[in-house]
């Protein structure tokens, strides 16, 4: 008989884990943290440097937090919002953790910080079954994507609790289906609001931030059907002892719960899996 142990589940365990305790050190500072998630060159980066340029015009204190592979590109670009904008170098891990969020905030994150916004690194697979700690998850896709985006990647848009269109200024150009794409996002996750955005001509931008302002003030963001029926899944499926780990009887192992958004947490600490590579440190402070 094949005894499989489950490490997957306790990499995810531990991840959600420090989710919550990044969710609280967040709340006891009065910081709303907002995930962004979105493949490479869909224009996240430009329009996170629109919203913290309105941000900052309107006097709210909001900083960012930018992961990439490599290059510190996207920090430069962003601070010039005026925002203090900190650049994490995953060298190389696909995602951002929860731990290793929290390490980079530590001794950083300006007092009175009232929106923290995560670039996540250009990935529509790992990052979604991360929690950061985050009160607000948006999705992204550009025009120029295809209109199949959002079945394509199930996991990452339906667990959004806001989809965001960039660069619809061309939408027309490239022949973007407007209404398809909206029945893939209904298809995979019904009722989550959807906000259409331009950083080129500014469309959508004052209402993305009001959206946000909204999530900071307290306002209920969408519950995704696919992160309620993860809760129920964990519910059903408790084998009680709370070790993490555990041992299966049988031929094959089951999935433990690639769907974890940002009410049920997600997945763990690379740094913490044993054989894993160490994660890099960030590059320090602010970018000029």
């Keep these: 008989m094949c005894r499989t142990v489950d490490l997957h589940q306790a990499v995810l365990a531990r991840n959600d884990e420090n989710a919550l305790a990044l969710r609280g050190y967040l709340g006891d500072r009065g910081t709303v943290a907002v995930n962004l ?5 869909s224009g996240k980066t430009a329009l996170l440097e629109q919203l913290l340029a309105r941000a900052v015009a309107a006097g709210v204190p909001a900083a960012a937090v930018t992961a990439d592979l490599a290059t510190e590109n996207d920090a430069t670009r962003l601070a010039r919002s005026g925002a203090p904008v900190r650049q994490i170098l995953t060298d190389g891990l696909c ?5 290793m969020l929290r390490r ?3 001794g950083w994150m300006p007092e009175g910080t009232r929106l923290l916004f995560v670039e996540n690194v250009g990935n529509l697979v790992c990052p979604a079954s991360y929690d950061l700690g985050e009160t607000l998850r948006i999705a992204l896709a550009s025009v120029t994507e295809g209109e199949d985006k959002p079945v394509k990647y199930p996991t990452a848009f339906g667990l959004a609790q806001l989809v965001v269109i960039t660069k619809t200024d061309i939408a027309d150009a490239v022949g973007f289906d407007r209404e398809a794409f909206l029945r893939g996002v209904e298809q995979v996750n019904p009722g989550v609001p959807v906000l259409e955005t331009s950083a080129r001509t500014g469309e959508g931008v004052d209402a993305l931030l009001a959206h946000v302002l909204r999530a900071a003030d307290g306002e209920e963001a969408h519950v995704p059907v696919l992160a309620r029926e993860h809760e129920r899944y964990l519910d059903s499926h408790d084998h009680g002892d ?6 299966h009887d049988g031929d094959g192992d089951h999935d433990h719960g690639e769907a974890r958004g940002p009410s049920s947490g997600g997945r763990g600490r690379h740094d913490d899996v044993p054989g894993a590579a160490p994660v890099p440190a960030e590059t320090g402070g602010n970018a000029p």
């Design 37 to 41: 998630l979105s493949s490479p060159g």
């Design 95 to 99: 995602h951002l953790e929860a731990g």
């Design 104 to 106: 980079r905030l530590e």
């Design 242 to 247: 709370g070790t993490g780990p555990h041992v």
